[in-house]
């Protein structure tokens, strides 16, 4: 007689492929959420617009940035701020369908285990691609232009949401560690917040004090914005000579900084998520 026991039968996970599949579906479930509650999308708009209108008429004519027009400055700068902070969805989300026991049920289905992690980072993506949308058509009322070819300037956009997916999978392990969406929230805003503050989206860092104008010249976020801000055309000068490597070539250390998390995110989420749909 076997013995009983309350242990679920292990489903078979699959391989790529079926990762893949599966997280398409997940991710289109994630996708009707946004459909059904669109709250989500309206709040998560709100702020970047509300920044770009402050920074732009509010403080920009107090703002000089030599050889360019602030707006122009500015823009990249909230677009790169926003989809970081959009990349936090991922971890209020999983940290969600953790509470609510939706991770329990897609256990009990014959998926693959990594699907749901890939279909929340991808649907996350997806938003952040309606948002930087809406905020593009916001930025060219205000003044923002293109100046260079449609090649770069896809280029920029695609780095940023490369970026923002790498961000999607580190707050995907912080969504599966914490106990609450709200935990999440106060801990990402909390960290995210002076990250993308103490950088230059907003301002150029050459008058920081030394040590803050160290760290905003290596942080990774101001390496997107710069990134972006030359393949938008949107740059007056040159870094200054004695810019760090970083600044000189940042499309290249912004890859780098992508490449990075991901192989080490990715399968730090994944372990903690069968850890966690295990118990």
Known sequence: MTALTDERPVLPTGGLKKALVDGAVVAKRNLIKIKRVPDLLVFTTMSPIMFILLFAYVFGSQIHVPGVNYREFLIPGIFAQTVIFG???????????????????????????????????????????????????????????????????????????????????????VGLVVPTPEVVNNASFMLIFPLTFIANTFVPTNKFPSGLKAIANWNPVSTVTQASRQLFGNTGDRPLPDSPWSLHHPIIYTLIWIVGLLLVFVPLAVRQYKRAASR
């Open 87 to 173: 990349a936090t969805i991922t971890g209020a989300g999983l940290a969600d369908d953790m509470q609510k026991g939706i991770i329990d049920r897609f256990r009990s289905l014959p998926m693959s285990r990594s699907a749901v992690l890939v279909g929340r980072t991808t649907s996350d993506v997806l938003n952040n691609v309606i948002v930087i949308t809406i905020m593009s058509l916001t930025g060219l009322l205000v003044g923002w232009r293109i100046r260079s070819s449609v090649g770069e300037a896809i280029g920029g956009f695609l780095l940023l949401l490369a970026f923002a997916y790498a961000i999607s999978w580190v707050m995907a392990l």
